[in-house]
């Protein structure tokens, strides 16, 4: 079972256009709306795959209610804390030729007694877990060191700690030894404080985080492929990949494939980037099924090629 903590959870509504104009009355040719957040994205692709899972999250308001009724249409079971702002909601806007256009709102400010009645949630609901996976950015009223504090609760408790995350509050946790953390390239960059060309940049910067207290380091490099750097060696995964339709969840469902898979080693690695490589050939934020998972199509190595220029994110 996994469990996974977001933060700043989300309503994300999807509206597919014709064309994006400004300052028109745009008329959408399709919309739907999804639970979102990079914590409830992971728990959406456990669930597709089969597996049991609970989300814990800030809940409020009517959009609050709305993210727990569609977390149980997905199969998971929402952990919800209740507060008083409401839960927020991001727009999507999609044009025919796949280019995305974001809204993401602030989210609601969290008191100090809901952060508290966050973390004694995850306590209370994490005896039975395989993995708990903390994930997304930090809404206002949660102190940089909540992740930190999250991580040293849950190891005092015997649970392993997956950590998604970015900027001061991922450098605060580091020194609490989460069992792996997923940065992406830019994240990763981040981190250290270097800009990162190869992929042997990458490898010197996981093993830098490594030395400053994390226990593996899970990297997507986007199309490169990703990487696995922990105790055991180092690792570098890619997949043969047809017509991308959706970047957004993708590093999501790669950390529920890597979890689900035992959460270290090769094998995990290639589920990591099985799950990925699936996701980005699906529409929206819709999470890979078994069907959908193409295990032969990855490819796994401890000959990492050092020397390959990573290529710039897609805008």
């Keep these: 079972m996994i469990l996974t903590v977001t933060p700043n959870p989300s309503l994300d509504r999807t509206y597919e256009l014709r064309d994006l104009t400004r300052g028109a009355v745009l008329r959408a040719t399709g919309d739907r709306v999804d639970p979102g957040g990079k914590g409830v994205n992971v728990s959406r692709a456990v669930a597709a795959a089969g597996h049991r899972t609970v989300a814990v999250a800030p809940l409020g308001g009517p959009e609050g209610a709305l993210l727990a009724r569609l977390l149980g249409e997905h199969g998971i079971e929402a952990a919800g804390v209740p507060i008083a702002g409401s839960t927020r909601v991001n727009i999507t806007l999609v044009e025919p030729d796949g280019t995305l256009t974001k809204v993401n709102a602030t989210g609601p400010e969290i008191t100090e007694s809901e952060a508290e009645a966050l973390l004694e949630t995850v306590r209370t609901r994490s005896s039975d877990t395989d993995w708990i996976a903390c994930c997304g950015s930090l809404p206002r009223g949660l102190p940089t060191e909540w992740y930190a504090e999250l991580v040293a609760r849950s190891h005092r408790a015997g649970a392993r700690i997956a950590l998604d995350t970015s900027g001061p509050a991922l ?70 990949v047809g017509t991308v339709r959706s970047n957004v969840g993708a590093g999501d469902a790669s950390l529920a494939g890597f979890l689900a898979a035992g959460g270290a080693g090769r094998s995990a690695l290639t589920a990591a980037v099985a799950h990925g490589a699936a996701a980005v050939q699906l529409p929206g934020s819709v999470m890979p099924t078994p069907a959908d998972i193409d295990p032969a199509s990855v490819v796994t190595t401890e000959d990492v090629p050092l020397d390959r220029a990573l290529r710039e994110p897609a805008p």
């Design 171 to 240: 450098l605060a946790a580091l020194r609490e030894r989460p069992d792996v953390i997923k940065p992406n390239a830019e994240e990763l960059s981040e981190a250290v404080g270097r800009p990162l060309a190869t992929v042997g940049d990458a490898v010197e910067a996981a093993e830098e985080l490594r030395g400053r207290g994390a226990q593996a380091v899970l990297a997507s490099l986007g199309a490169d492929g990703q990487l696995l750097v922990d105790g055991s060696g180092t690792y570098f995964g890619s997949a043969r």
